[in-house]
């Protein structure tokens, strides 16, 4: 229930480290445009799904898809995010993590690609799932698109792969 929580935390925290005023929920497909496996396995907003031994609902909104019992969500938002919003969002999971009184196994990482910024987050937990989570900004900054892929404890290899190739593959409309 934590690893829920959480991942609703900083998908939220994500969005709203922007300025409050500027950005939107968009639909992913108006914002962005990427690649999932072809072996990919779409699933629709409302379907029930399995993160471990929970069951979770399909969000709307999102593209959502598993694929080598990995789970991939994408959301994205438009408006104008702030020069900052990278910081922020790492310094509001950071903050968020210590308010919980839990430690938590987090790997920080930013960087460049195809003419936007990402950070990605990396959290390894004694349950049966661990998470990367990334959040993208487009150049411009008039876009956020963010993600998380969950996967099984003995799938870091393929999990990262997949990571690798979807950022890869992230063109801001």
Not at 40 to 51: D, E, Q, V, Y
Not at 143 to 165: F, H, M, Q, R
Request: with cysteine; charged share 25%; aromatic share 8%.
């Amino acid at each position: 229930m934590k690893n829920l929580l959480f991942l609703l935390m900083s998908l939220f925290i994500s969005l709203t480290a922007l300025s409050q005023d500027r950005l939107a929920g968009a639909d992913v497909i108006n914002v962005a445009s990427f690649t999932l496996p072809k072996e990919a396995t779409r699933l629709k907003p409302g379907s029930i799904r399995m993160s471990g031994s929970v069951e979770k609902k399909v969000p709307e909104g999102c593209a959502t898809a598993t694929f080598k019992k990995m789970y991939i969500q994408l959301a994205a938002a438009s408006g104008e995010a702030d020069v900052d919003y990278l910081e922020k969002t790492q310094k509001g999971i950071t903050s968020f993590t210590e308010s919980l009184g839990v430690k938590r196994d987090y790997h920080f990482q930013t960087k460049a690609i195809n003419n936007y910024r990402v950070l990605i987050t990396h959290e390894t937990t004694n349950n049966m799932v661990n998470t990367y989570t990334f959040y993208c900004v487009a150049g411009d900054r008039k876009s956020v698109l963010t993600g998380v892929i969950e996967y099984p404890k003995n799938g870091e290899v393929d999990a990262k792969s997949e990571l690798d190739k979807l950022l890869a593959s992230i063109k801001f409309k």
